[in-house]
Each structure stands twice: as C-alpha cells, then as structure tokens.
C-alpha cells in the first residue's frame, strides 16, 4: 500500500536527498535528474546535510544497519552487496492515516553494473521513497530487472520494450505517485 509523506513535506513538493553511497554518486546524480524529468509532483534536491534529509542513501557492504531518530533498519537478510539492486525503508508514524518522514535507501556496495544500470536501480529506489511501496507489471517499478546492453530490462517485458534508461513508468506507478503528490483519486489494484 502507497503510504504518503507528512504533510509538511506533501505541501512543499520536494523531497532532499543525501548521498553517503560514494560509489554510487554518479548513478545517484543521473536518477535525481531522470526523476525529475518524470514530473510526479515531487522534486528531488540536495540536502544540506545528512541530519536535515528526508533521504540518506547508504552503501552496504555485508551487515550494514542505518539508525534516525532512535530507530535502527537494515536492508534485511536477502539483501545481496554483489546483486544489482536496492532496498529502502521508509520510516512512517504507525498512526491513522499513516505518514512518512524519513527514509534510508541501501544500495550494494561490492556490485558491478554500468553506471545507466545503477541509474536505474536509483530512480526505482527514490520511487519507493516517495511513498510506493508496491511494484508494477512494467516499467521502472517492475519488481525484478535483468541485464540488457548497458542498461537493465523488466524481468518479464513486452516484446518491443526497450531497456531503461530513459525511463519508462508503468500506468500504476503514474497512477500512485499522481495519488500521492498531485491529489489524484486513489488507483484500482493491477
Ligand atoms: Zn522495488
């Protein structure tokens, strides 16, 4: 289930990123702009510094854990520093309705990819950020992506699809990100 942002930060259209994944910065760069070109309503920008960001990407290497406000996550047991990929975990007040304020993204640190690969793998990230937690039957939240030249392809793709980037967003995606920063009617489950 899609789970908004506080509303302070919903009011003010963009969420700030901080980048501690160092050998990311590239990718992590390119996938802020390729974001932005999406137009969900939400603006990705540099935060000032690590404490002020509503975003903290991490690089893990082995047992990596991320601690804001007194409350410790890691990427979990089947994260993979060697598989191209990534996870975040958004922290929400558990209250009715249930809102985010923070979330860290984990990125793998010991993987090999192309930096359009790992682009990829940052904009998918930043999505679930911005609030969806599901995945899409296509497009940049298909769940599981494969290697395609020097980009990567939805496991399971329509025969004329292309891999990513650019960008392609999956109808349930447009939907839930429009639900979620531009006031749109809530999305019919794929
Ligand atoms: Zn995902």
Sequence with gaps: MAIPWIKRVREGGELSVFNKANTWTDAVNAAVEAFNRLSFGVTLVKAQDEK???????????HTDYTYQGTTVTPGADFSPERLHGKTRAFYYDASPKEIFFAATFLPGKVKGTKKQKEVIVVHEFIHAAGMDEHD????????????????????????????????????????MKMLWSSGAACKAS
Excluded: W
């Design 137 to 176: 039957d296509r497009g940049i939240m298909f769940a599981n992506m494969g290697e395609s030249g020097d980009g990567l392809i939805e496991y399971l793709h329509d025969k004329n699809s292309k891999a990513m980037p650019p960008i392609r967003v999956g109808g349930q995606t447009a939907c839930i």
């Design 52 to 62: 002020s960001a509503n975003i903290v990407l991490v690089l893990a290497n082995g």
